[in-house]
């Protein structure tokens, strides 16, 4: 999926499939991520928050996803 830089500010993509996604510069604040497909999703720049859910086990600064409070 091509997602870079889109605004997905508390979208619901529990479970989705985002395997090898790009999902560069995008606006993650408050989305729910839960179960979701981010084996090698790109989030080089992506901005999450403290209400963004993340799959269990999953380390979004690992990635490249830049949090803010």
């Known amino acids: 999926a091509a997602l870079s830089y ?14 090898r996604a790009d999902l560069r510069g995008a606006i993650l604040d408050g989305a729910n991520l839960n179960d979701a497909d981010l084996q090698g999703a790109v989030l ?9 859910r993340w799959t269990v086990g999953f380390d979004p600064t690992s990635a490249g996803a ?4």
């Open 6 to 19: 889109a605004d997905l500010f508390l979208t619901n993509l529990r479970g989705a499939n985002l395997k």
């Open 44 to 52: 080089a720049g992506a901005r999450y928050n403290s209400y963004t």
């Open 66 to 69: 830049v949090g803010k409070l």
